[in-house]
């Protein structure tokens, strides 16, 4: 097992990421559950049938459980009202401790639940997707979507741990795990080009669980340097923001058809246009971005938004531009109405604060 300790420069706040395979079950000897007056555990439809038990069985008697339908879709304030109705009829109180056990929506509405609930009380996260491991499940960020927006509502909340358990992956969908590589990906792009050659050299599924193990903790190590240094995306924290400008629009819009992106697909489509943008700005050299594409490509994920799914069409002028663009206004990343990105200069160094004329942002889109 491998321990990775987050401490917040600013707060001090510090808590453990324990990685490992099959340490579900030592949940107890992990952490101190004796101190919390109720334990609740937080999970949703898909997750529940698979882990749910192992979990319960691993802590004291008694602990109560809520479990929400499963997907982004739910991730409405509908349902974290229902979070809170099911708190509160639990009668949780200030010492009382959330467990959340899924993928990042789980993670994020219940951190906001938590952070809220009574003014806030303690929450552990125990990611079940990759994705999660590698990038929801750290860093303090939650909340839920809203008005169309994602994660429009939230705040940045620490959980007082995670616990990463690798042997979640086994019944993860195939889709699922290839998403997660899209922000490994990520990670190699924006810090680390040696860790980005490592992560591409073969395709996802080939990793044996000792690989894996190795790649989720590099992972974990390059976003806690980041969060430590700017928990609250001031500055250095908007490099974990590559691809995620264009991506989460593009994300956005494919929720409100029949054949919604998953997260990391989308950001895929978001790394390869803004690496296109990059270049147009002079900042990357095209060679890169021919690297980059086949990286995403050869790791399983798309790198085009027109063709992977049927609400694209074949035309150019596709009317999914306009709300793809739309949806980049109100992102949330924008500072005085200005939308901000994190570029590449080359692969292993991001640069942040970046604008764009909405000029560039159509012609890239229109290319993919
Ligand atoms: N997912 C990006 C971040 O945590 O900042």
């Given at each position: 097992?491998?321990?990775?300790?987050v401490t917040?420069?600013?707060?001090?706040?510090?808590y453990?990421?324990?990685?490992?395979?099959?340490?579900?079950?030592?949940?107890?000897?992990?952490?101190d559950?004796?101190?919390?007056?109720?334990?609740?555990?937080?999970?949703?439809?898909?997750?529940?049938?698979l882990l749910?038990?192992?979990?319960?069985?691993a802590?004291?008697?008694g602990t109560?459980?809520?479990?929400?339908?499963?997907?982004?879709k739910?991730?409405?304030?509908?349902?974290m009202?229902?979070?809170?109705?099911?708190?509160?009829?639990?009668?949780?109180?200030?010492?009382s401790?959330?467990l959340?056990?899924?993928?990042?929506v789980?993670?994020?509405?219940?951190?906001?639940?938590?952070s809220t609930?009574?003014?806030?009380?303690?929450f552990?996260?125990?990611p079940?997707?990759?994705?999660?491991q590698?990038?929801?499940?750290?860093?303090?960020?939650?909340?839920?979507?809203?008005?169309?927006?994602?994660?429009?509502?939230?705040?940045?909340s620490?959980?007082?741990?995670v616990?990463?358990d690798?042997?979640?992956?086994?019944?993860?969908?195939?889709?699922?795990f290839?998403?997660?590589?899209a922000?490994?990906?990520k990670?190699?792009?924006?810090?680390?080009?040696?860790y980005?050659i490592?992560?591409t050299?073969?395709?996802?599924?080939d990793?044996?669980?000792?690989?894996?193990?190795e790649?989720?903790?590099?992972?974990?190590?390059?976003?806690?340097q980041?969060?430590?240094?700017?928990?609250?995306?001031?500055?250095k924290?908007?490099?974990?923001?590559?691809?995620?400008?264009?991506?989460h629009a593009?994300?956005?819009?494919?929720?409100?058809?029949?054949?919604?992106?998953?997260?990391?697909?989308?950001?895929?489509?978001?790394?390869?246009?803004?690496?296109?943008?990059?270049?147009?700005?002079?900042?990357?050299?095209?060679?890169?971005?021919?690297?980059?594409?086949?990286?995403?490509?050869?790791?399983?994920?798309?790198?085009?938004?027109?063709?992977?799914t049927?609400?694209?069409?074949?035309?150019?002028?596709s009317?999914?531009?306009?709300q793809?663009?739309e949806?980049?206004?109100?992102?949330?990343?924008?500072d005085?109405?200005?939308?901000?990105?994190?570029?590449?200069?080359?692969?292993?160094?991001?640069?942040?604060?970046?604008?764009?004329?909405?000029?560039?942002?159509?012609?890239?889109?229109?290319t993919l």
């Amino acid at each position: 097992m491998k321990t990775i300790q987050v401490t917040i420069t600013k707060t001090k706040q510090t808590y453990p990421i324990f990685i490992g395979t099959d340490i579900l079950k030592k949940i107890t000897s992990l952490f101190d559950f004796t101190k919390y007056t109720k334990l609740f555990i937080l999970t949703d439809e898909t997750v529940a049938p698979l882990l749910l038990r192992d979990l319960t069985d691993a802590l004291p008697q008694g602990t109560k459980t809520c479990i929400l339908p499963a997907g982004e879709k739910a991730k409405t304030l509908l349902t974290m009202q229902k979070i809170w109705e099911a708190m509160h009829k639990a009668k949780l109180d200030r010492k009382s401790l959330v467990l959340n056990l899924g993928g990042g929506v789980i993670t994020d509405m219940g951190g906001f639940a938590a952070s809220t609930y009574t003014r806030g009380i303690a929450f552990l996260n125990i990611p079940t997707t990759l994705l999660s491991q590698v990038d929801a499940s750290i860093g303090g960020k939650t909340g839920f979507d809203f008005d169309g927006i994602k994660n429009l509502i939230g705040t940045f909340s620490q959980p007082i741990g995670v616990l990463l358990d690798t042997r979640t992956l086994q019944t993860l969908p195939q889709r699922e795990f290839l998403s997660g590589f899209a922000e490994i990906i990520k990670h190699g792009l924006i810090a680390d080009r040696t860790y980005f050659i490592k992560v591409t050299k073969k395709q996802p599924l080939d990793y044996t669980t000792n690989e894996l193990i190795e790649i989720i903790s590099q992972s974990c190590a390059i976003k806690q340097q980041i969060i430590e240094q700017d928990e609250t995306e001031q500055g250095k924290r908007k490099l974990l923001n590559l691809g995620h400008t264009i991506g989460h629009a593009i994300e956005a819009v494919s929720l409100t058809t029949d054949t919604p992106l998953s997260h990391g697909e989308a950001i895929s489509i978001g790394i390869l246009a803004e690496a296109k943008i990059a270049n147009i700005l002079g900042l990357l050299p095209k060679k890169e971005i021919i690297t980059i594409e086949k990286a995403l490509q050869h790791a399983g994920l798309p790198t085009c938004w027109r063709t992977t799914t049927k609400w694209r069409t074949k035309s150019t002028s596709s009317p999914f531009i306009p709300q793809i663009l739309e949806k980049m206004q109100s992102d949330k990343k924008n500072d005085n109405n200005e939308i901000r990105f994190t570029l590449l200069e080359q692969i292993g160094k991001g640069s942040i604060n970046k604008t764009v004329s909405t000029e560039v942002i159509t012609q890239v889109l229109a290319t993919l």
